[in-house]
């Protein structure tokens, strides 16, 4: 997959920018604070999986304009397909060839991206949400049945929780049976998320331990297991023995959008035990593998993103990943244009003020 050009408008602070990307690595340098990282969050939205940074819509849009505007031509399997994404608060939409996508989600049979950035240090060292995001990220952007799924459980998990809030401690007769209803359906789907998020966790162990190891330059044993409390008896089971505890909280305290992915180095919790520096590389050979994974299911090499990634790396890190890094188009954000050795940048843009400068 290659994005040929992009067009981004009232994003963030880039009032009109428009740029043709190489379709081997591009250098995106600038000062901080001038708009580098807001690009590249402009390009892995067209994947329809949301901001990497976690912005809400609003924060997407230029101050004072009301809509930003995304667009991109993208070159996948020998076809060419225009993407543009229309961003405003409460009624964000997208199209692809002029036609309308029915959610921003199916961009990703178009768009597929990989972003390296910073903030992935939480990966290792954050709490639950992050690595559950992480799981459901690449699920999404690999299956339309798992997009559906998500969907279905996200919109009875609230039906169920606005129950609970209404019903208080004193549930009437048909407030518990609609209870037993939503139970049901939430129990079976639940199932089946937590099961893909299971198989996944299975198939990223070997690709991060290999770039694990490459990116540290020691043996170790990276292991991934996910990490759900109701699965021995089931949710159904679990559902109904946390039913009064719920009723009294007035939330759903069982389920897939409660578990985790457990990370551990030579058998020991990531999050805890690992030092900084093996956290990062955690992160990085997470990311790594989540390349892989997505490009063996899709038939097709995401993209790669470097948010200033090399700045955070000690140069061994920085140059072990440099040998890492799959042969995809890629896009590379620096302050200082400084790359370790064996990067080589075909295109080069300078960004000042949310404005290309030169290139």
């Known amino acids: 997959m ?13 009032r009109s920018t428009r740029l043709s990307l190489d379709a081997e690595r591009t250098l995106v340098v600038g000062p901080n604070g001038h708009g580098k990282t807001n690009l590249l969050e402009a390009v892995a939205l067209l994947d329809g999986s949301g901001s990497f940074r976690g912005a809400s819509v609003e924060t997407l849009v230029r101050s004072g304009c009301d809509r930003a505007f995304v667009r991109a031509e993208i070159r996948r399997a020998r076809r060419t397909h225009l993407v543009e994404m229309e961003i405003a608060a409460g009624r964000s939409r997208a199209q692809v060839n002029g036609q309308r996508v029915r959610s921003l989600r199916d961009l990703a049979e178009v768009v597929s991206t990989v972003v390296f950035c910073p903030a992935d240090l939480s990966i290792a060292a954050g709490g639950p949400s992050v690595r559950r995001e992480l799981l459901d990220n690449v699920l999404t952007n690999t299956g339309r049945e798992y997009r559906a799924m998500r969907l279905d459980f996200e919109r009875v998990l609230r039906q169920r929780n606005n129950l609970l809030k209404q019903a208080g401690h004193r549930p009437d007769d048909e407030a518990l049976a609609t209870l037993d209803v939503w139970d049901t359906q939430l129990a079976e789907i639940g199932e089946a998320i937590a099961q893909q998020r299971d198989a996944l966790c299975m198939a990223l162990v070997s690709p991060a331990q290999g770039a694990y190891c490459q990116l540290a330059g020691c043996d170790a044993s990276l292991s991934l297991s996910y990490a759900a409390e109701w699965r021995e008896n089931g949710l159904a089971i679990a559902l109904a023995q946390a039913r009064p505890d719920d009723l009294r909280r007035g939330t759903t305290t069982m389920g897939p959008h409660r578990d985790d992915m457990v990370i551990c180095l030579d058998g020991l919790p990531a999050r805890t035990h690992a030092s900084q520096g093996e956290q990062r590389s955690i ?23 470097l948010d200033d990634v090399f700045s955070e790396l000690d140069e061994g890190r920085a140059q072990r990943l440099v040998g890492c890094l799959p042969t995809a188009q890629t896009v590379i954000t620096s302050a200082t244009g400084h790359v370790p050795p064996g990067i080589e940048a075909h295109s080069q843009v300078h960004i000042h003020d949310g404005e290309v400068v030169s290139r």
Do not use: C, D, K
């Open 2 to 14: 290659i994005i040929a050009w992009l067009s981004i408008e009232n994003f963030r602070n880039h």
């Open 283 to 305: 992160a990085l050979a997470l990311r790594l593998a989540q390349h892989r994974y997505t490009a063996q299911t899709i038939g097709i090499e995401p993209m790669v993103l």
